[in-house]
């Protein structure tokens, strides 16, 4: 009896440290996993985008870097995750549009994890190519309106982290702006103060009404609990959108509130 009380006694311990030596190993694989701040320039894979001969690529940075001690990845599968990197624009097949009218819309489909701060055009017949931006911004996505008498690209950027959370995503004052299909004349559209939600087609007028939030309660962020503005601009003469209801009016409007 008390030679088996030993045994058991032994097969405990042997358990108990098979069982710590495994928790130790997987806490160094947790380990080996850093996340570092890093300001390594990042060119995307080139995409085409359905503009003979141009291909994009998308430029900018990782918010997260991570870094794998590679001594600790064991099976193939956990070191091809360990490098993949997605840093890219995709087609939006997600069932929500932030550009209903656009025949094709591109969003960066991890903003939180990837900075996209620019886009490269490259002409593979020509061999040139050329920047969209000559400024600081963070590009969330992109719709192409090739229906449009005068052919635009519609943007949705952002220039301020208003929350202060050092990520610039749709959390922030997201900006409309426009090029043309080749992204040449980038232009804003709407002030940086305020959020664009989206906008309304006037077809016949080859207008749009523009719908933004401001941040009214001065949180640093933009709900339904702040006020909404609409700006108009011209699809033929594309510039910042004019406001259609002046201060006087709306602040009229707010004393019979």
Do not use: W
């Not at 069982?19 to 701040?37: I, L, P, Y």
């Not at 701060?117 to 719709?143: M, W």
């Amino acid at each position: 009896m008390q030679k088996t009380k030993l045994v058991i006694l032994f097969s405990f311990l042997i358990l108990s440290v098979s069982c710590n030596k495994k928790e130790t190993v997987e806490k160094k694989v947790d380990e080996a996993v850093v996340s570092v701040k890093s300001d390594a320039l990042i060119i995307g894979d080139p995409f085409k985008y359905g503009i003979e001969n141009l291909v994009l690529f998308p430029v900018g940075s990782n918010y997260k870097p991570k870094v794998y001690e590679k001594r600790f990845l064991k099976s193939s599968s956990a070191k091809q995750s360990a490098i993949d990197i997605s840093f890219s624009f995709k087609m939006n097949t997600v069932g929500y549009f932030y550009d209903t009218n656009a025949s094709t819309e591109y969003i960066n489909v991890d903003e939180d994890q990837f900075d996209i701060r620019n886009i490269l055009f490259y002409n593979l017949k020509t061999g040139v190519s050329y920047p969209l931006i000559h400024d600081s911004l963070h590009i969330l996505s992109f719709a192409l309106h090739k229906d449009y008498d005068n052919p635009l690209i519609f943007y949705r950027v952002v220039k301020n982290d208003n929350n202060k959370d050092s990520i610039f995503n749709k959390n922030d004052a997201v900006m409309l702006y426009v090029s043309d299909l080749y992204g040449k004349s980038f232009t804003q559209i709407t002030p940086e103060d305020e959020h664009y939600v989206n906008y309304t087609l006037y077809s016949e007028r080859k207008t749009i009404l523009i719908k933004t939030i401001i941040d009214s309660d001065n949180d640093s962020s933009f709900t339904v609990v702040d006020e909404t503005n609409f700006r108009e601009m011209s699809l033929d003469k594309p510039a910042m959108g004019r406001s259609i209801f002046s201060n006087t009016l709306k602040d009229s409007l707010r004393s019979l509130l």
